[in-house]
């Protein structure tokens, strides 16, 4: 009895001597009006969860945590969007890749959901074609949801489908396109949206764009896929590739630089 009695009291003052961490509590406006104020800086701080560091100036300024997915030396993240065949646009000797005028869409061999998605693309110098015909190509979020690339400089089309458009549904906020034959940037916010366990959609996509650094959609609400012809569609589905698009109209976008962080 008196054995029992000692390990009891050992493990009375083992759990007595254990450090407590206090829940975090995360403020609000729905629930701070509910608290009483704190009286001490102490009662405001916290310190979990502890963020994982990420160089922002890693090889060749991509972030240290980002999956490449072109450094201009292969195709090897890139298949066929049709049917998984090697990617076949073609490599050009500044690093970049260029479309192979209708060999189809290319798309990333991985699925994705919610990402961080850097881009750098350029239309050719020498101009061709007008309207949705000059140097016209397509950014696919989880191959659905359509960020417009599109050459126009002194080329008019409509606003909804102009360069950094959410295609057919929201209209850039600004066009900052640099001269045609220069290097654009697209950085990408993008959140996947969510589906209940009956394929009902509980939550919209959003997706926030810089264009060269300029703010072009700013959390936009995407409203389902980016259709051509008919209302946005909303069918369930979970992690998908990012696709690139061949327009088929001999458009010779490039493509370099192109890396993603994955946010879920």
């Known amino acids: 009895m008196k054995r029992v009695y000692v390990l009891l ?12 961490e206090t829940p975090l509590k995360i403020y609000t406006e729905n629930n701070i009006a509910d608290e009483v104020e704190p009286t001490t800086p102490e009662a405001t701080e916290f310190y979990k969860p502890v963020p994982p ?63 961080q998605l850097h881009v750098e693309w350029k239309s050719p110098k020498d101009t061709q074609g007008k309207g949705q015909s000059r140097g016209n190509s397509g950014v696919f979020l989880q191959g659905l949801y359509e960020v417009q690339v599109l050459d126009n400089n002194d080329n008019d089309t409509y606003v909804n489908g102009q360069v950094g458009s959410i295609y057919k549904q929201s209209v850039p906020l600004a066009k900052a396109s640099v001269p045609s034959g220069d290097w654009n940037t697209y950085d990408i ?59 088929g109209d001999n458009s010779r976008v490039s493509y370099r630089n192109i890396w993603v962080r994955a946010l879920d």
């Open 53 to 115: 560091v990420v160089d922002p100036t890693g090889k060749n300024g991509i972030p240290s945590d980002a999956i490449v997915l072109f450094d201009g030396s292969n195709l090897d993240a890139w298949e066929d969007s049709k049917d998984g065949r090697p990617a076949e646009w073609l490599l050009n000797d500044d690093g970049s890749m260029i479309v192979k005028n209708k060999s189809g869409d290319i798309q990333t061999k991985q699925k994705f959901g919610s990402v």
């Open 9 to 20: 009291m050992g493990l009375l003052f083992l759990s007595c001597n254990q450090k407590q």
């Open 189 to 247: 916010i993008y959140h996947a949206p969510e589906f209940s366990d009956v394929g009902e959609k509980t939550k919209s996509a959003t997706v926030t764009v810089l264009h060269n650094n300029v703010l072009i959609q700013d959390h936009f609400e995407i409203k389902g896929t980016t259709e051509y012809i008919g209302w946005p569609k909303n069918n369930p589905h979970g992690k998908a590739p990012i696709r690139l698009q061949d327009h």
